[in-house]
Each structure stands twice: as structure tokens, then as C-alpha cells.
């Protein structure tokens, strides 16, 4: 069973929408990541968040941490064609090295 | 951050046999993981590959199916052996920043496996 459920699966939208993008878990982690994947590549790191209720922007992206450390959320304001690609969160569990991924949501943004 | 250079980049195997994954990193690295990609989805830890010792499986993968090797703190290899169809997935190696967790893992292109 996937520790970590993102939601939407799939997002297609038009360039200039917004959209929000979810990483639900039961599971508390010591930091929840968020990477970009593109086909043919691998994962690319896009942010870390460590303390509960922490929110970091980056450009267009906003990323939320939970007061609890068990979810996340990313924001994107006016999506553009460049930001189409699979999105992952992912956490590392406790005293770990682990990285556990998310279910993934692939976005589709249309010009 | 570390280079990694996997080969091969994609492989057409028949059913039965095995294909070793090669991941070369261009730094000394503590931790080496090895992820599976099935077809649509997301990444899921296949093990952690320990340099000098066993690798640690995750729940639902053996030893005997993914025979894994770090002969160094720099290289490792990921054979999956016996193959079949379902076997068919996008393979990864990943790599622990030396600085700390937090400032993401490095990954692989993948190998893309294609069982027929």
C-alpha cells in the first residue's frame, strides 16, 4: 500500500489556470519533498519542507507542509506549458534514509 | 549535487532472462537506492544498496529476484533476473546528497525494460 496519496491522478488544464495539487498521509515525516519528473529523466528535486505548517514559495509554486507532517500541498499559479510533467512528493520517514514516493499527479498544461 | 550515469539507458529482453543495471555516481556517496517505475505510475523502493553487505529489500522484493551489488562507495548494480512481462518497468538509481537528505536525491536517467 502507497503511504502517500496524491490527489489528482490527472490534471489537464489551459496555460494561465491555477491549480492545486495534494500528498495526503497517516504517516508523520521528519521532512516531505516535492520533485518534478519528466519522460526520459528522473526525478528532479523541486523543494523540501521540514517544520510542520512551513510554507515556501518558489516563483509560481507554492508548497505547503501540514501543521502535522503528514500532508502537503502544492500550489501552481497561471500554470504554463513548461510546468507539464509528473509531480511527486515524496517523504522521508523517520530516522530513515528512506524516500517514500507518492501516487504522482501528471499535469498537462495546454497553450 | 552528484552525477549519475545508469546504463543501460533501455533494454528489449526476452522472458526468462536477466538484465544488470549499472549506476555510476561521480562522487563518493553513503546511500544508494534502487527504485522501480511501472508503466503510468509512481517511483517504489526496491532496496537499499549497502557498499560491503547484503542489500536491505523492501517489503514484496527478494534478493534472489533483484540481486543487487556495491562493490564500492561509487558504483552498484541491479540485475533482475528470470524475466517476465510484468517485469516491465523503468528502473532507477538514486544517491543521498553527502549534505543531508533534505537537499533531494539525485537520480538516474532510468533504464527502460521492455519484457517480450
Known amino acids: 500500500t502507497q503511504l502517500l496519496e496524491q490527489s489528482p491522478q490527472f490534471l489537464s488544464i489551459q496555460e494561465g489556470e491555477n491549480l492545486t495539487v495534494y500528498c495526503n498521509s497517516s504517516?508523520?515525516?521528519?521532512?516531505l519533498q516535492w520533485y518534478r519528473q519528466e519522460p526520459g529523466e528522473g526525478p528532479v528535486l523541486l523543494v523540501t519542507?521540514?517544520?510542520?505548517?512551513e510554507v515556501k514559495k518558489l516563483k509560481r509554486l507554492t508548497f505547503q507542509f501540514g501543521d502535522a507532517r503528514k500532508d502537503s500541498s502544492l500550489h501552481i499559479t497561471a500554470a504554463q506549458p513548461g510546468d507539464t510533467g509528473l509531480y511527486l512528493c515524496?517523504?522521508?520517514?523517520?530516522?530513515?534514509?528512506?524516500?517514500?514516493f507518492g501516487t504522482g499527479t501528471r499535469l498537462q498544461v495546454f497553450p | 549535487s552528484a552525477v549519475i550515469s545508469q546504463k543501460p539507458s533501455r533494454d528489449i529482453c526476452q522472458r526468462g532472462t536477466s538484465l544488470t543495471i549499472q549506476c555510476q555516481v561521480d562522487?563518493?556517496?553513503?546511500?544508494m537506492f534502487w527504485y522501480r517505475q511501472q508503466p503510468g505510475q509512481s517511483l517504489t523502493l526496491i532496496a537499499t544498496?549497502?557498499?560491503?553487505?547484503?542489500?536491505?529489500?523492501e517489503s514484496g522484493f527478494v534478493i534472489d529476484k533483484f540481486p543487487i551489488s556495491r562493490p564500492n562507495l561509487t558504483f552498484s548494480t541491479l540485475t533482475v533476473s528470470n524475466l517476465s512481462p510484468e517485469d516491465s518497468s523503468i528502473y532507477l538509481c538514486?544517491?543521498?546528497?553527502?549534505?543531508?537528505?533534505?537537499?533531494?536525491?539525485?537520480f538516474g536517467s532510468g533504464t527502460r525494460l521492455t519484457v517480450v
Open positions: 544498496a549497502n557498499q560491503g553487505s547484503e542489500a536491505t529489500y
Open positions: 504517516s508523520v515525516f521528519s521532512s
Open positions: 519542507v521540514v517544520t510542520g505548517g
Open positions: 538514486s544517491v543521498r546528497p553527502r549534505l543531508g537528505a533534505q537537499r533531494g536525491y539525485t
Open positions: 515524496a517523504g522521508l520517514k523517520t530516522n530513515t534514509d528512506k524516500l517514500i
Open positions: 562522487s563518493q556517496v553513503t546511500m
